[in-house]
């Protein structure tokens, strides 16, 4: 089950409704698993970027937000939910087209949509992303995944 989180920070990236409007396409980098140090907390995540044909902005899907405690592993919950930080900037044939962020928490995954920034045509775009996880349950320990870098082929404008 996924859960969708919506973040303060993060902008509504959709003009009001068309009915020519295109549904979103993701395009997404392969998913990676990561612990904290000493393996108090566990996620999966993925970055992606999408499009509604006009627009463009990163997507951060995260899942299996996860906590060790008494010899067994808790998913997220409203008691102990995940917080995250998704820092993100979006670049075309070495043009900056986007660099924010978004944080908030939410349960045990989710997706959490950044900023949008208008198409630049279609094909290659790169993303640069990061997300910090902390929590559940072991706030003082937190998940860097570091910033990773894809080149997605997107069908923008």
């Not at 859960?3 to 020519?20: C, K």
Request: proline share 5%; charged share 15%; net charge neutral.
């Amino acid at each position: 089950m996924t859960l969708m989180v919506s973040t303060a920070s993060a902008t509504t990236h959709h003009a009001p409704h068309v009915a020519t409007k295109a549904e979103p396409t993701t395009t997404c980098g392969s998913k990676f698993s990561l612990y904290s140090e000493g393996r108090w907390t566990y996620t999966e995540a993925r970055f992606c970027l999408a499009t509604d044909g006009s627009q463009l902005w990163p997507v951060l899907e995260f899942s299996e937000c996860q906590y060790y405690w008494g010899g067994a592993w808790y998913y997220a919950k409203a008691k102990y939910p995940c917080g995250f930080d998704f820092a993100y900037t979006v670049t075309r044939n070495g043009q900056d087209l986007l660099d924010s962020s978004s944080s908030g928490s939410g349960g045990p995954g989710g997706v959490v949509e950044g900023n949008s920034t208008g198409c630049a045509g279609p094909g290659n775009y790169t993303l640069r992303a990061r997300y910090v996880l902390s929590g559940p349950y072991w706030t003082d320990t937190q998940i860097n995944s570091g910033y990773r870098t894809y080149n997605l082929n997107v069908p923008c404008g």
